[in-house]
């Protein structure tokens, strides 16, 4: 097993990133096939994502509407989420250039909800085309305004108590949607549509794991909503794990 450190310079919601990842439309992901039988031989790349340093205190944002709902205290924001062992939640990460391998982990329909006037889960890994539901769990009204490039671009009112559905092949193509309500300017999001199964989020301990890795030289890249994106190659060998820890700082 080979332990690699990288170091990447990140800023505070990097436009030019965003803007990248939504342009984004891989050839890759067009010609994706799933392996019959599965991959053999296949490897494995896991590790920490961690943070550089002392992370800053979280940043406030205002609760100023239907307080006597959603609460009239402001709250911390959950861009940057740090625990207490240095590691990063919800940063995503891909396996870039995997023409054929391994089947998705799910077909099943995506539930997305508004509850307690916040998005749950505020990162959402799915698969393009796939149908689901976002749902409004909440005694007010929101307005869900999805914002990408030729993903999928919703602007739309949901009751309380509600919900709207997303049909199949609505989310045209792989790429990053950014998530926010009209009403309630706090609420922020963001749906990963994957270009293949190998794309993973970092849990609330930092860690990844993406198994099932076909052996061969590949580009490992890393993007979070505040840190910015950074990539590195990683060679897979067969039957062999490769960790890589990476640390990322403001």
Same mark, same amino acid.
């Given at each position: 097993?080979?332990?690699q450190?990288?170091n990447?310079?990140?800023?505070?919601?990097?436009?030019?990133?965003?803007?990248?990842?939504?342009?984004?439309n891989?050839?890759?992901?067009?010609?994706?096939?799933?392996? $019959?039988?599965?991959?053999?031989?296949?490897?494995a790349?896991?590790?920490r994502?961690?943070?550089?340093?002392?992370p800053p205190p979280? #940043?406030?944002?205002?609760?100023d509407?239907d307080?006597?709902?959603c609460?009239?205290?402001d #709250?911390?924001?959950?861009?940057?989420l740090?625990?207490g062992?240095s590691?990063?939640?919800?940063?995503?990460?891909?396996?870039?250039?995997?023409?054929s391998?391994?089947?998705?982990?799910?077909?099943?329909?995506?539930?997305?909800?508004?509850?307690?006037c916040?998005?749950?889960?505020?990162?959402?890994?799915?698969?393009?085309?796939v149908?689901?539901v976002?749902?409004?769990?909440?005694a007010?009204?929101?307005n869900?305004?999805?914002?990408?490039?030729?993903?999928?671009?919703?602007?739309k009112?949901?009751?309380?108590?509600?919900?709207?559905?997303?049909?199949?092949n609505?989310?045209?193509?792989?790429?990053?949607?950014?998530?926010k309500?009209?009403?309630?300017?706090?609420?922020?999001?963001?749906?990963?549509?994957a270009?293949t199964?190998?794309?993973?989020?970092?849990?609330e301990n930092?860690?990844?794991?993406i198994?099932?890795?076909?052996?061969?030289?590949?580009?490992?890249?890393?993007?979070?909503e505040?840190?910015?994106e950074? $990539?590195?190659?990683?060679?897979?060998?067969?039957n062999?794990?490769t960790?890589?820890?990476?640390?990322?700082?403001?």
């Amino acid at each position: 097993m080979s332990t690699q450190l990288i170091n990447t310079m990140g800023c505070r919601y990097l436009i030019a990133v965003c803007l990248f990842f939504l342009a984004t439309n891989s050839v890759v992901a067009a010609k994706y096939t799933v392996l $019959e039988g599965g991959v053999i031989n296949g490897g494995a790349v896991s590790g920490r994502i961690l943070f550089d340093g002392t992370p800053p205190p979280p #940043r406030i944002v205002k609760v100023d509407e239907d307080v006597e709902y959603c609460g009239d205290d402001d #709250r911390p924001s959950e861009e940057l989420l740090v625990n207490g062992n240095s590691g990063i939640k919800n940063v995503v990460l891909s396996i870039k250039g995997i023409a054929s391998g391994k089947q998705w982990g799910t077909t099943d329909d995506f539930v997305y909800d508004q509850r307690k006037c916040k998005f749950v889960p505020r990162m959402l890994l799915i698969q393009p085309k796939v149908q689901g539901v976002v749902l409004n769990s909440d005694a007010v009204g929101h307005n869900f305004h999805t914002i990408s490039k030729g993903i999928l671009n919703i602007n739309k009112k949901i009751k309380a108590s509600a919900k709207m559905n997303v049909k199949k092949n609505k989310i045209r193509k792989p790429g990053i949607i950014r998530v926010k309500c009209d009403l309630h300017s706090w609420m922020k999001g963001w749906w990963i549509v994957a270009e293949t199964p190998y794309t993973v989020i970092s849990d609330e301990n930092g860690n990844y794991s993406i198994a099932d890795i076909p052996p061969g030289t590949y580009v490992l890249k890393l993007w979070h909503e505040v840190l910015g994106e950074s $990539e590195q190659t990683v060679e897979v060998k067969a039957n062999e794990g490769t960790e890589i820890n990476v640390t990322l700082e403001l």
